[in-house]
């Protein structure tokens, strides 16, 4: 993994806005409770962009800042979202980048899916709700609206940007 | 033989970094560092949060402007219900405690030319209303009973040039005839200019001339002078009662039985 200053910047900048988005925009993207978790998809994107490594760093930083917000423990989310990031990261290594959309939703769904799932573990101890009554009113329903929401950033005009899983499925067809 | 797990070196440690901060969550350093982390976020993304929140903030405060509205209007029909109550309370107990047989009624016309003189009750015969009995209310003396309808009746107010009411004064028991002069004031004629009269003195009725039973409240003493003809004293009373202000009334129905 190289890390380049200015490319770090980029995505740290890009960070600090979805992190906002996040926050802000909460409130507004909100569905009986249920919120798309905008920072995971921004990780998977830079997991996608950049590696399993630049995932798991981001993932965890992610994380972080997302649990000194909460209630939670401090570092549930880190360990959540940095070990989705890091196995996305290995299964895309293995795709050889070549994601359509189909692919990205699955991808999306799973790691939303397993960050959550990793996430209630800690979160439900001492509690009296069950791990599977807890999944499937609350982490079924955020993988699914966070995996929506991740799938029009793979088809929206600003998700064309080079090195990602759109370009590089049209960059495959090209030298085809 | 263990560079198959090389690759997985970074998420253990990453795994064990957030085991450790998981269970040191109760560490005072940790948390400082959460919250200067929390307050930071905070601080930036508070511009953001306030202005993608305008637009509900506009809704929620058009929202509030209108129940403000609708508040203030409810408001304002308790307090317009609870002065009723007060007064019908105080027209109740006043019907309780008083000496007399009284029957109520509502206003339900006023005479429409200039110069408040009579009023329309909805009680009539069928109520036992007859002519020339006192109307009066909780605060004092209103007129009489100037002619009855099967379920109405017409009261002749003070206010009324042509009525005279025998009066006296509580004060030194001095009689005299209290009618109106036009305005809104009476003029009570009849007392000597030897006798001692003094603003604020009480006026009630005598109970001469059997029409108005005696001791009701008539108003009090504004002003004393000498009259034209220096026998007699011009003094003018204030009524108690406010002609204009009247809506339930009582007919004093059975004033003989305790006279």
């Not at chain 1, 993207?29 to 950049?50: A, C, M, N, Q, S």
């Not at chain 2, 940790?30 to 930071?40: E, M, P």
């Amino acid at each position: 993994m190289q890390i380049v200053p200015g490319e770090t910047l980029k995505y740290a900048i890009w960070g600090v806005a979805v992190l906002i988005a996040q926050i802000a925009l909460s409130p507004l993207l909100e569905i009986r409770g249920i919120h798309p978790d905008l920072l995971l998809i921004y990780v998977i994107v830079i997991t996608f962009k950049k590696g399993k490594y630049a995932g798991l760093i981001i993932g965890f930083i992610a994380g972080f800042a997302q649990d000194s917000l909460s209630l939670e423990f401090l570092g549930v989310m880190s360990l959540s979202k940095s070990t989705v990031a890091f196995w996305a990261g290995k299964w895309l290594e293995n795709r050889e980048k070549v994601v359509n959309l189909s692919g990205w939703f699955v991808l999306l769904l799973i790691t939303a899916f397993g960050q959550d799932f990793i996430s209630s573990l800690f979160i439900l101890q001492g509690s009296h709700i069950g791990v599977f009554e807890y999944v499937l009113r609350n982490v079924v329903p955020t993988a699914v609206y966070t995996t929506v929401i991740g799938s029009l950033w793979f088809i929206a005009p600003f998700g064309n940007v080079r090195g990602t899983a759109k370009s590089q499925t049209r960059l495959k067809r090209f030298k085809r | 033989m263990l560079d198959p797990l090389k690759p997985y070196v970074p998420w253990l440690a990453a795994i064990l970094l957030a085991l450790g901060l998981i269970f040191s969550n109760d560490n005072t350093q940790v948390n400082a560092i959460r919250a200067g982390i929390s307050d930071c976020i905070v601080v930036i993304t508070h511009p953001f949060r306030t202005t993608l929140q305008a637009p509900r903030v506009w809704d929620e405060n058009k929202y509030l402007r209108k129940r403000l509205a609708e508040m203030s209007l409810g408001l304002a029909r308790l307090g317009k219900s609870g002065a009723e109550c007060e007064r019908l309370r105080r027209m109740l107990d006043f019907k309780q405690n008083a000496k007399y047989k009284l029957t109520a009624g509502d206003v339900i016309a006023r005479n429409p030319e200039s110069g408040l003189r009579s009023l329309v009750l909805n009680i009539g015969y069928m109520d036992s209303i007859k002519v020339n009995q006192a109307v009066i209310t909780p605060e004092g003396l209103v007129g009489r009973v100037h002619r009855v309808n099967k379920e109405s009746c017409v009261v002749q107010l003070l206010s009324d040039p042509n009525i005279g009411v025998a009066g006296r004064l509580t004060s030194n028991n001095e009689d005299g005839i209290v009618h109106s002069v036009g305005s809104s004031d009476l003029r009570f004629d009849g007392v000597p200019a030897t006798v001692n009269v003094e603003q604020g003195d009480s006026l009630v009725t005598s109970g001469s001339g059997n029409v108005f039973p005696s001791n009701l409240f008539i108003g009090s003493v504004i002003e004393v002078k000498r009259a034209s003809n220096g026998w007699l004293l011009d003094i003018r009373v204030q009524p108690a009662v406010n002609y204009r202000l009247l809506d339930e009334l009582f007919v004093i129905s059975d004033a003989d039985r305790t006279r």
